[in-house]
Structure formats: C-alpha cells, structure tokens
C-alpha cells in the first residue's frame, strides 16, 4: 500500500501569495510602462520566433501576437481591486502576502512625496492586517520612478541615496503595522536582464554596467537595512534572492565541479555579501539545472508553459545548503509555475510542501512559503499570456476564478493550520 507522506509545520508557518506592484496594480507610470509602450509592437511581432517551441504555443499564440499583451496597462488592477483580492486570499487560507510599494506612486518627482499614494498603501496594509494577513513589503521590485531612472537608476553609486531616503520614508509613514521587509527583490535577475541580456529597460548590454550595477544593489541594500533597523530593531529585513538547484548529471569532475561553481555564483555571490544586514534570507525557487561538463542539459520532464524545467522537490536541497551555510532563518520569498491550463499545479505544490517540510524534518529553520502568485500578473517583458495565478484573471473584465489547484490547496493548507 502507498502511505500518505507525513507534512509537518510548525504552528506560526507564513503560508502566503506574493505580488509585485508594477505587475498587478495597474495604471504605472514608471520605466517599465514607458518602455512597454516602445517596445510592444516588435515584442509581438517577434512573438512567433521567441515562443513557437514552447509545448503551450498552441495555447498562448493568440495571446502572444497581440502587441497589447506587452503593454502592463489596467493589468489587474489590484490598485482598485485589492479589498476583493485579499477577500479571496483570506478564503484560501493565506495568513501573509508579500507586495511592493510603488516608488514612482509615492515619489513621483524627486523630493516629492503623494500623500495620496501613501494613504493607499496604509490602508492597503490595513485591509492585510484586518483580515489576519501577515504583510510583507517589498521595496523594490524591479520598478523605478522615471526620475530615477533618467539619472542613471542603481548604475551610480552616487543615486543610492535616493533609494536610502524612499526607504526611511516608507518605513516612517507605514512601518508601524509592518515586520518583514525585502529591500530588493533578485538583484542578479534585475542587474542581468536590464544590463547584461538587454531585455529589460534601459535595455543595455555592458558587462561593466551590469556588474556596477550589481555591486551597487549591494550597497544599497546594506544601506536600507541599515536605515530600517535604525528605525527599529524588530523589523526583519532580507533581500529575496534567486535561486536554483545546480546538480551534475554525470561523475566527470568538469561535471561536478561547474554545478559547484554554478551554485556558488547563483547563491553565494550575493548572500556572502548581505548575510551580515539580513535577519533571515528570502529565497524565490522556480527551477533546477542539470550540468554535463560545463553545460546545462535539463532532462525537462516536466516543462512550465515558460519552457522552464520543473522539480519542485529541489527546493529541499535549496534550503537545506543555505541553512548549512547560513544559519540564518529562512522564507520562500517566491515559488510557482506558469501554467494557464492549472494541469500541474496541484502537481507542483504538493512536491513543494513535501519537500519544505522535509527541510523543516531535516533542521532547516523554514519560516514560510509564498506562493507566486495570488493573481495572474504582467510577466514583465513575457507581458501577459503567462499565467502563475493561483487565482485566473480575465484582463477584459477584470474577473477573478479561482483556480482548481487553488481550491485543493486550500483544503489542503485548512487541515494543516487546523493540526
Ligand atoms: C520575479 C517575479 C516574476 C517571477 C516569475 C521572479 O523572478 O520576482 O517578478 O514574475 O519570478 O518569472
């Protein structure tokens, strides 16, 4: 007979959905919603090209060829919508949701501060705490305010005090109801794809760039944390960091070692860096890579409608090797799927919760999981067609549906909170 594996968490488990402001809320006016208006048109044209080999290609086609799907727009608009969104997060069971503040909201000139902009998150916050959702605030999520990126964004070290003086307000005007913070959302992903790939506004391609660029995420990050823990030392602050399991699929040592090398500069690059300003590390985990020699070579047998390969279970080797190094507590920042038809999912979350609470059985000092993400969302340069829900969005008329998965994993999340 097949026995049920046996799930344990602890009693006060983060179970939670994450979001970022620019692909939710709608209405930007920020560095990405200008270039999504340059860009859209060649983005669909290039569409066939870019996605054809994708096993959801079928599917998404459609979708993909418009130009309207590069462009963030009215998204989802949870701007407006998010008293409904945190109803159905409350009905999923969720107890914490991760978001970001808007930097180009609430500093929309240089020195300016919306008071407006900072009432809607206040009560934004509140309408989390109302329902006995844990809020986690994230202060950069890969959106900048025109402003700032027109003055060279994060590849001057001489603009990081802008960012310092965003933080403290943030924290003055809306810290008292809030404990975790994450100062940067992937710095690598943002320093590579905006500097390194060109995919991402500015769109550059200087490896000088992109490694100022990276080094000054650092520095600002310590100097965030720094200022958040001035202001009280009960906020737990972290970056959340990509990553991914790195693992050689023969025993050659090229094999062996380039996973070695791979996992180093996917981890610890960063995290040797910041460990010292962090109170726990936020850990965002999609997929895994399969070295032979110095090549990746996934065995993709289970594909994402990304084309990403999925194991889920690799999360367990993830967080068990940053607790051994760290020793730091730990938050899964982000996990999740791209997956429109909600076949895998069900699938995907529950490897994820075996392997978690594996890690929890094996030491790890696990002290929740977000789930990416509440509501399908504007995937950044992908634009809308790739679906990471747990809820379904319909971009015409706004409609919410939540998803089947989401439904188990409810019932599922119900039993454990219960125990
Ligand atoms: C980012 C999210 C993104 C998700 C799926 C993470 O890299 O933080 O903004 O939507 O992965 O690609």
Redesign the pocket.
């Known amino acids: 007979m097949h026995k049920k594996p046996v799930m344990k968490f602890p009693k006060r488990f983060l179970w939670g959905a994450?979001t970022?402001a620019h692909?939710v809320e709608g209405s930007q006016h920020n560095q990405w919603s200008e270039w999504e208006l340059g860009n859209a048109k060649s983005r669909s044209v290039q569409a066939e090209y870019q996605y054809s080999d994708l096993h959801s290609w079928q599917h998404i086609s459609q979708e993909a060829k418009q130009a309207g799907t590069y462009v963030s727009g009215k998204s989802t608009n949870h701007y407006e919508n998010y008293e409904h969104d945190f109803d159905i997060a409350a009905k999923l069971q969720l107890n914490a949701f991760r978001f970001s503040v808007e930097w180009s909201r609430i500093e929309p000139k240089e020195g300016t501060w919306n008071a407006e902009a900072l009432d809607h998150y206040k009560l934004y916050i509140q309408a989390l705490k109302r329902r006995g959702i844990e809020p986690m605030m994230t202060l950069f999520?890969?959106s900048l305010p025109c402003w700032f990126s027109e003055m060279g964004g994060f590849e001057k070290r001489s603009n990081i005090k802008y960012f310092v003086r965003f933080t403290k307000k943030v924290m003055q005007e809306l810290g008292s109801d809030i404990k975790y913070v994450i100062t940067i959302?992937?710095p690598e992903?943002y320093a590579v794809q905006s500097y390194y790939e060109g995919n991402w506004p500015p769109a550059i391609r200087s490896k000088w760039k992109t490694y100022q660029v990276l080094r000054n995420l650092i520095a600002t990050h310590k100097q965030a944390a720094a200022v958040i823990h001035s202001l009280n030392r009960r906020y737990k602050v972290s970056i959340?960091k990509?990553s991914a399991y790195m693992y050689p699929g023969d025993d050659a040592w090229v094999t062996r070692l380039s996973a070695q090398v791979g996992q180093y500069f996917q981890d610890d690059y960063i995290l040797k860096r910041v460990r010292k300003s962090c109170d726990f590390i936020g850990v965002?985990y999609?997929f895994s890579n399969r070295f032979y020699g110095y090549r990746i070579h996934n065995p993709n047998e289970h594909v994402s409608d990304?084309g990403w390969d999925m194991q889920p279970e690799n999360i367990e080797y993830v967080l068990e090797r940053l607790h051994r190094k760290y020793k730091l507590p730990i938050v899964v920042t982000?996990n999740?799927l791209?997956d429109a038809t909600d076949e895998q999912r069900k699938w995907w979350l529950t490897h994820t919760m075996i392997a978690m609470s594996n890690a929890l059985a094996e030491g790890v000092d696990l002290r929740g999981y977000f789930h990416?993400?509440l509501l399908d969302?504007f995937?950044?340069a992908n634009g809308t067609w790739?679906r990471?829900g747990l809820v379904a969005v319909d971009y015409t008329t706004g409609k919410r549906t939540v998803r089947a998965s989401a439904i188990w994993w409810s019932k599922i999340l119900k039993k454990i909170i219960s125990n």
């Open positions: 994450a970022a692909q999520h890969f959302n992937e992903v959340a990509n965002n999609y990304l982000e999740g791209a990416w993400s969302n995937e950044w790739p990471f």
